[in-house]
């Protein structure tokens, strides 16, 4: 089994900066693809950033130029840098992993959600 846990999510204001964490546990052999998505009240979820395997990066454009993504493949985790942070950027965001388990059975994985808040 493979789980992923998000980190560093909360309060800030308009303005400010977050980083968020997420890092893989459990019966790994590969992480392919990782990205974050975010969904606010009444509306889909969306994608953030994506990051491939080796390290080729895309973002959503409401976020080009504030956030950056990355990863530490030795640790199984990747990371959502956001700066320039605004009020529409409050939701919860999750982590997706494509994962190959030691089975070598390919899946994907989601995060619980860490709330990020942007006060105006």
């Known amino acids: 089994q493979v789980q992923l846990v998000e980190s560093g999510g909360g309060l800030v204001q308009a303005g400010g900066s977050l980083r968020l964490s997420c890092a893989a546990s459990g019966s790994i052999f590969n992480i392919n693809a990782m990205g974050w998505y975010r969904q606010a009240p009444g509306k889909q979820r969306e994608l953030v950033a994506h990051?491939?395997?080796?390290?080729?990066?895309n973002y959503a454009d409401s976020v080009k130029g504030r956030f950056t993504i990355s990863r530490d493949n030795a640790k199984n985790t990747v990371y959502l840098q956001m700066d320039s942070l605004k009020p529409e950027d409050t939701a919860v965001y999750y982590c997706?992993?494509?994962?190959?388990?030691?089975?070598?059975?390919?899946?994907?994985?989601w995060g619980q959600g860490t709330l990020v808040t942007v006060s105006s």
């Open positions: 990051i491939t395997s080796g390290s080729n990066t």
């Open positions: 997706n992993a494509g994962v190959i388990n030691t089975a070598r059975a390919s899946f994907e994985v």
